[in-house]
């Protein structure tokens, strides 16, 4: 049984309860995640502070211009905003009902742990980290001569390759089409299209979900992450097929919309719904 037939027995019986796991990646597209049961996507604020009695100390320290999420209930998405970066790290834990809070530090400022409201609820993993994690949303860039994540008791420094990155501008890019149908029948597959330039002097790792309503099961929006290596000045091509079974309750229009390094929605008509099934 797939995933989608999955929650849709499951749906009349878990209620309001929304999400699923989601699938691994692929090496430039789809990843299915999940829909809010009014259509909406859930959302959820990444704590800011990490359980655990004992910790075992902050490790694998990434810096990103944009970072990829995913979780267990809902979407999974992108936080892509100009002139932020995010440094996000592994943390160990051992033991529980104590919690160990961590500051950013780069040069006599400070940014305390938390990442912006995402998509989604009881996060998975962010960066490619799994759970959990701590992350901050600093500006871009932010050249630092001792960058370092500390707690009351103890620090730990960046590497250079990750304080090299905190003081580099982020890739930026032009969505120069989205390419979408006017309507749908539900029950069809939907092939939607984005053309993407990289419009900066480096090459970068272009990465936006595009949500897709899925009303009629006990999920979140499902999500279609876009993840692109693009040279710089080039353009590239995605294109998505997104299953439409599960969309709405009613025919009409409903929106896709588009988040991360690009931003855009779109109006398509849902049609010949069947209400019964």
Same mark, same amino acid.
């Given at each position: 049984?797939?995933?989608?037939?999955?929650?849709?027995?499951?749906?009349?019986?878990?209620?309001?309860?929304?999400?699923?796991?989601?699938?691994?990646?692929?090496?430039?597209?789809?990843?299915?995640?999940?829909?809010?049961?009014?259509?909406?996507?859930?959302?959820?604020?990444?704590?800011?502070?990490?359980?655990?009695?004992?910790?075992?100390?902050?490790?694998?320290? +990434?810096?990103?211009? %944009?970072?990829?999420?995913?979780?267990?209930?809902?979407?999974?998405?992108?936080?892509?905003?100009?002139?932020?970066?995010?440094?996000?790290?592994?943390?160990?834990?051992?033991?529980?009902?104590?919690?160990?809070?961590?500051?950013?530090?780069?040069?006599?400022?400070?940014?305390?742990?938390?990442?912006?409201?995402?998509?989604?609820?009881?996060?998975?993993?962010?960066?490619?980290?799994?759970?959990?994690?701590?992350?901050?949303?600093?500006?871009?860039?932010?050249?630092?001569?001792?960058? !370092?994540?500390?707690?009351?008791?103890?620090?730990?420094?960046?590497?250079?390759?990750?304080?090299?990155?905190?003081?580099?501008?982020?890739?930026?890019?032009?969505?120069?089409?989205?390419?979408?149908?006017?309507?749908?029948? !539900?029950?069809?597959?939907?092939?939607?299209?984005?053309?993407?330039?990289?419009?900066?002097?480096?090459?970068?790792?272009?990465?936006?979900?595009?949500?897709?309503?899925?009303?009629?099961?006990?999920?979140?929006?499902?999500?279609?992450?876009?993840?692109?290596?693009?040279? +710089?000045?080039?353009?590239?091509?995605?294109?998505?097929?997104?299953?439409? +079974?599960?969309?709405?309750?009613?025919?009409?229009?409903?929106?896709?919309?588009?988040?991360?390094?690009?931003? %855009?929605?779109?109006?398509?008509?849902?049609?010949?719904?069947?209400?019964?099934?």
């Amino acid at each position: 049984m797939n995933r989608r037939q999955l929650l849709a027995t499951l749906g009349a019986g878990i209620g309001g309860l929304a999400g699923c796991l989601s699938g691994t990646p692929g090496e430039s597209t789809v990843t299915p995640v999940g829909t809010d049961t009014d259509g909406e996507r859930t959302t959820s604020q990444t704590p800011t502070a990490t359980p655990g009695d004992d910790t075992e100390g902050v490790s694998d320290i +990434a810096v990103r211009k %944009a970072v990829r999420y995913e979780s267990l209930l809902g979407s999974g998405g992108v936080l892509a905003a100009e002139g932020r970066q995010y440094v996000v790290a592994s943390v160990g834990t051992d033991g529980d009902s104590r919690e160990t809070e961590y500051v950013f530090e780069a040069d006599g400022q400070t940014w305390e742990a938390g990442l912006p409201t995402i998509a989604g609820g009881n996060t998975r993993s962010v960066a490619d980290r799994d759970w959990p994690v701590v992350g901050f949303e600093v500006p871009s860039p932010l050249p630092a001569s001792n960058p !370092q994540i500390r707690s009351a008791d103890d620090a730990w420094a960046l590497g250079a390759d990750a304080t090299e990155t905190l003081g580099e501008p982020g890739t930026r890019y032009d969505l120069d089409e989205l390419t979408t149908p006017e309507s749908v029948s !539900q029950g069809e597959t939907m092939t939607v299209g984005l053309d993407v330039t990289n419009v900066s002097d480096a090459p970068g790792r272009f990465l936006a979900a595009v949500y897709w309503p899925t009303d009629r099961i006990a999920d979140d929006d499902e999500s279609h992450v876009v993840d692109r290596r693009v040279p +710089a000045g080039d353009t590239i091509t995605a294109s998505l097929d997104i299953n439409t +079974a599960f969309t709405a309750d009613e025919s009409g229009p409903v929106t896709l919309s588009v988040e991360g390094h690009a931003s %855009a929605s779109r109006e398509i008509r849902v049609e010949n719904v069947d209400a019964d099934n």
